[in-house]
């Protein structure tokens, strides 16, 4: 049975809903057969400890949340074929480290008032968003990123129309990225901005789309 390691360390913006994420995953996979464990010790990430894990869940960390020991520990488990899967705040983690912005595919700029607009399917093809709606209503904090994770070779998922809320700044029209996939130094990865409010958790299309960002990072 596959195990998960939930990291939930955020030393900029705190986010209650880590508790519901955290307990989502761990439904998903008393359904699904993976076992998850969930920390925000910065410890955790050494060599020894991180061999448990098939992938590392960063939910909503934020800030320099690993030490440069904890850093090379996390490399080495990535660049192994272990799986990474981020979760909304997880881009605006480790700005002070290069390599993380090429395993997040972009990172967190800004984001206007909660709202709701429609999340648009641009893949339909994948584990995270087969089982969803052409058009999708979602209430969120739309991100802006510093950069298009295109840019990085991502495979984009989801979508929304910066005419359809008030104050994009990134200027990608249709084209604002939501959710991506990739793989970086031989690692699957997998992002999805999506997921602020802890309600967000109890939402079965929600949890869908988290489940199928587990599989492709678990191969």
């Known amino acids: 049975m596959a195990r998960i390691l939930i990291y939930r360390r955020n030393l900029r913006f705190p986010h209650a809903s880590v508790v519901d994420g955290t307990r989502a995953l761990g439904e998903l996979g008393e359904r699904h057969g993976f076992t998850v464990d969930a920390t925000e010790d910065p410890a955790v990430f050494r060599p020894a400890a991180l061999r448990r894990y098939a992938a590392v869940v ?3 960390t934020g800030g320099p949340v690993l030490d440069e020991a904890g850093q090379d520990a996390l490399r080495a488990h990535l ?6 899967l981020g979760v909304h705040a997880a881009s605006s983690t480790a700005y002070e480290w290069p390599w993380f912005e090429g395993l997040v595919g972009a990172r967190f700029d800004r984001h206007p008032a909660i709202q709701t607009a429609p999340v648009r399917v641009a893949d339909p093809g994948h584990p995270a968003t087969a089982h969803l709606p052409a058009r999708w209503e979602w209430t969120d904090e739309w991100y802006d ?3 298009d994770p295109r840019e990085r070779g991502a495979r984009v998922l989801l979508t929304v129309d ?3 809320y008030t104050g994009a700044a990134m200027g990608l029209a249709d084209r604002h990225p939501l959710a991506w996939c990739g793989e970086h130094d031989g690692a699957p990865t997998f992002y999805t901005a999506l997921g602020h409010a802890p309600e967000a958790y109890a939402d ?7 489940l199928g960002g587990l599989r492709h990072v678990l191969g």
Not at 79 to 84: D, K, L, S, V
């Open 204 to 210: 079965r299309a929600f949890r869908g789309h988290l």
């Open 79 to 84: 660049t192994a074929g272990h799986g990474w």
């Open 162 to 164: 910066e005419a359809d």
């Open 58 to 60: 960063f939910l909503s």
């Open 145 to 147: 990123f510093r950069s």
